[in-house]
């Protein structure tokens, strides 16, 4: 397995691009099942997480091609769909849940293996079902395997979720773009990737009204058509990326950034003495030589403070001066990388769902090992401040949804190799 070595070598200074979305394309890649025109996807993220959909789409008899080096993704569901999708991928990626409802819209059934335990919490799936319940699907759980079935088709409803989830949103929306009459989705997820779903979804015919407040509606259309469609840029990539100046110092261009992506976050940095400002080739960040403050951080759905940025703002706050509490709602066991961070001199306490940051002046480098995507790169960049070298072993977890990181950030000076094994 490999791993990758950063050593802390002063400020960062320059730009660096910003890829598509991968939790944008997770969903927008299983759109193709309901047409069976096709569907292009451009400003597609290099990641292992999309080879992962890809390799499930063509389980289920889809063709998808990657184009341009993988920077576009060109698929067509025009063939026989096979309605099973596979513990043997399904495990590998959580997303891949996203195909049961575009299955269960094109096919009336679907088979889908349950994802299984996830490092970061239990994630269960219960939102999903009862959303497409409340479409007429009926769901019974078989050998680990959802069975939906949707007898004479899927029925517009009024669905009111307990909770924002983002890919149960996802799911609704695409089955409901092919059921018979009107739905509605009360208490919906707001993220940006759902707003890029749905801006795709309207360009293949469906139509939808609401996407990025919390009620949804849904025209149920008899067909969807073809569409090219870029991806929506990845506010989580951005978000890392500006947190690197943050913490070393400098000044970094993140291209494509946009505040309405990050604007919680912002300002957390802000709050902490850090610059952000928006221009016309993104979002520029800067920090002057003084020491970051501490600041108290709740996770949120968005609008708030993204959970898939918490690890990364951890790191951040390690260093700062004074005491942080970072509380997380969206998952249960998601401060797996507090002991790394604690192996390379930082100081946290972690109750349930807290995490109590006194900053220290200095990390110190260590072996440290990532168990979480977000993790993993929440401790390069603590690598980055710190003195001497850290070692980050297990860095598939990286690969998942940083690309080419290493040529990203040595491009703002920063000194990072990947050790291959
Ligand atoms: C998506 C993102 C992930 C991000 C998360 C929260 C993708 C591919 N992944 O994941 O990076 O961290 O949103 O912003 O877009 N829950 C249930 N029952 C369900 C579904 C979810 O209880 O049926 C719970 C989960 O366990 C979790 C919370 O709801 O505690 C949020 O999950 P959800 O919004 O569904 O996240 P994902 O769509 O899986």
Redesign the pocket.
Known sequence: MDSILVRGNGPLNGDIEIAGA??AC??LMPATLLSEEPLTLTNAPRLSDIKTMTALLASLGAEVSALQDGKVQAMSSHGEINPVADYDIVRKM??SN?VLGPLLARLGHAVVSLPGGCAI?????????TALEALGAEIELKDGYLHATAKGGLKGAVHHMR??????T?NFVMAASLAKGTSVLENA?R?P?IVDLCDCLIKMGAQVEGAGSSRIEIQGVDRLHGATHPVVTDR?ELGTFMLAPAICGGEVTCLGGKLSLVESFVGKLEQAGISVSENARGLTVKRNGERVKAVDVVTE??PGF???LQAQMMALLCTAEGTSVLEET???NRFMHAPELIRMGAQIEVHGGHATVHGVGKLKGAPVMATDLRASVSLILAGLAAEGETVVSRVYHLDRGYEFIEQKLSGLGAHIERIKS
């Open positions: 991968k939790n997770l969903a959580r997303a996203l919490g239990a994630r269960p799936m219960d939102l999903h079902t909770f924002p989830s983002v890919g149960a996802e997820a993220e990737e989580i759905p968005f993204p959970t898939d969206i998952f249960e």
